[in-house]
């Protein structure tokens, strides 16, 4: 392809893309602003027409969801018309957790505290009290936006780690309706920054929100819903380097359609002579408690977090890359046996 005509294609390919985030942003904001002029129960019909609409013309999220749900909970499971309504129920709680998430920018402290009940904070007053702050652990399920607006309107300090979307200006309008609410956002990238800004945190004795349940890029190979997929290692190692608590916080909607914040009791973490043996132990730990979890409330799970069969972690490919080509079997186990100092090092980079 002549050299002009790739340019003319890069330049349309990035003027599509900023357009679908100028879009998402005028929505975003357009949506807040008038929220607070209709009423609440006008916004929750048309949430779930939205939604029903969205179920219809996103097929290909649909049918992830539901292949997801087969292979973890297939054997539980069995009729295929529960499993699509179970995956339809878990796509409405998404978009009435979209609906919370905006709809919270004009509450009062009064009301945040109202909307949401609190259950087990005496777990979290204990763990603040030993001054090294506190790991939140959660997942994508029910109204997880929920957790830092209802512990900030409490008075908590709190901050939560997140993958920032690529386009700068959609991230900073949403970090600003964060710190609306008294969120302070830790940007997942570049992993140097958001580790020196979780420690910064975690020193300051605040709750930093981690949400652990995306299994697709991992470092550590865990159980979970049957199958075995790669987790993230950052949890673990941050639990076990800086003697942070770890608290389990669920938002999820009880069948009186009210949100409880459920703090569950502190996780401790698995000690071992060597630190790989650690993480792993303690990350395997975590995972269970997300399971329990999410087979507690299957439907208010996004069911997306899990790998596609035949996919490996993107931190796998980087090992395949790294590999030299051509080398034996005995020296690509060399390779992967590391000295103590270069797996410290792979620690620090690898955090998330």
Partial sequence: MPPRRKRKRSRLAQFRYASRYR???YAVR?????????????LLRFTNLFA?????????????????????????IRAPNERKALVWRAWKNFARGVLDTTAVMHFSREKIL?????????H???ALGKGRGVLALSAH????????????????PFSVVVKQPRDRRFARLIDAYRAQLGIHTISAKPRREAVRGILKALRQNKIVLVIADEFKSGDVMVDFLGGRYPAPRGPATLALRTGAVTLPMFATRRADDSLVLTIGNAIEPVERPELEDSVTATTAVYTSCLEAAIRRYPDQWNWLGLPRDGKVSRAEMARRKAAPHGASKRGRGSAQAKSPSESAAAHNKEVF
């Fill in 141 to 156: 399920l029910g109204s997880f936006t929920m957790i830092g607006a209802r512990l900030a309107a409490g008075g908590f």
């Fill in 30 to 42: 357009g949506f807040i602003a008038v929220s607070p002029l209709i009423p609440y129960g006008l």
């Fill in 52 to 76: 029903w609409v969205a179920f219809g013309v996103l097929r290909t999220y649909r049918t992830r969801m539901e292949e997801n749900l087969v292979a973890a909970l297939g054997e539980e």
């Fill in 23 to 25: 879009v998402g942003e």
């Fill in 124 to 126: 979290l007053e204990r």
């Fill in 114 to 122: 109202a909307t949401v009940a609190v259950e087990g904070e005496e």
